[in-house]
């Protein structure tokens, strides 16, 4: 079973950058991913990036590519979501998410384990 904590959200204007991070622990000592998702309200559930249980491998959707990056502190058992060039479609409440496999397909619905989500606002 695994834990996760998101942190970091809050209100930043467009063209801004915030970085989130999900703090996670677990009960078991296999190796897991961890992706990001985030969601409107009245929308599906989009997933956004992902990264694999070494840290050395990443994978992004197009939408965010070149502007959200994800890493991963396995000394603070912590993974991040930098976000720059903040849109305004980017405000969501965002998720993160653990699965044993390393999602590498943009239409991943996620794995077992989500953490309670941490909100995003931009304002124009």
């Known amino acids: 079973q695994v834990q996760l904590v998101e942190s970091g959200g809050g209100l930043v204007q467009a063209g801004g950058s915030l970085r989130l991070s999900c703090a996670t622990s677990?009960?078991?000592?296999?190796?897991?991913?961890v992706a990001w998702f985030r969601q409107v309200p009245g929308k599906d559930r989009e997933f956004l990036a992902s990264i694999d249980a070494t840290g050395r491998s990443t994978y992004y959707v197009d939408s965010v590519k070149g502007r959200f990056t994800i890493s991963k502190d396995t000394a603070k058992n912590t993974v991040y979501l930098q976000m720059s060039s903040l849109k305004p479609e980017d405000t969501a409440i965002y998720y993160c998410?653990?699965?044993?496999?390393?999602?590498?397909?943009?239409?991943?619905?996620?794995?077992?384990?989500w953490g309670q989500g941490t909100r995003v606002t931009v304002s124009s």
């Open positions: 998410n653990a699965d044993p496999q390393f999602p590498i397909s943009s239409d991943y619905l996620g794995g077992p384990y």
């Open positions: 677990a009960r078991t000592s296999s190796p897991y991913a």
